[in-house]
């Protein structure tokens, strides 16, 4: 089944003050799809959450790289791709590491982001996730419209 759909995509440079750029890119888009206001929220956080660690981890202080960000627009969800072509990471141990936040060994959000804060908050807003590792770093989030995901998981269950 080919499924028709719009893609956008931006690269940006492995900086931090490039992140809002995204923001924005994602919040028009979503907005024109139809997203509720608190799901366009969630939208950005979980996407920002994805870039920021791009531009903070996969590249050394002194490589230049980019983060290659993609939406492909569809009927009944949105995906966002984010990808860099920096050092990867080793997501089994990031996955083992997330837990319940001990405040008083974490003094910053940085240990937290570690410890795969991230990761947990961008599996929690989003309704998909997937990641992969090679030569790079690519995550792939989906956000369906409000009730797509419900009516879909249904047609699944009475099938």
Do not use: C, W
């Not at 997330?98 to 804060?117: F, T």
């Not at 030569?135 to 879909?152: A, D, H, N, S």
Request: hydrophobic share 35%; net charge negative.
């Amino acid at each position: 089944m080919n499924e028709t759909y719009e893609y956008v995509e931006i690269k940006i440079p492995s900086k931090s003050e490039y992140v809002g750029v995204i923001r924005l890119t994602l919040s028009g888009i979503a907005s024109r799809m139809g997203f509720s206001y608190d799901e366009i929220e969630d939208l950005k956080i979980a996407t920002s959450e994805a870039v920021t660690n791009a531009v903070q981890h996969a590249y050394r202080s002194s490589e230049i790289g980019d983060v290659l960000v993609g939406f492909a627009i569809f009927t009944d969800r949105l995906e966002v791709i984010v990808s860099d072509k920096g050092k990867t990471f080793d997501l089994e141990k990031v996955r083992r590491e997330i837990g319940p936040y001990k405040g008083a060994n974490s003094s910053s959000a940085e240990v937290l982001r570690e410890g795969g804060l991230g990761l947990y908050l961008i599996e929690t807003l989003m309704d998909h996730v997937r990641i992969h590792q090679q030569g790079g770093v690519t995550v792939l989030m989906t956000k369906y419209l409000e009730g797509e995901q419900v009516e879909r998981d249904a047609r699944t269950i009475s099938t």
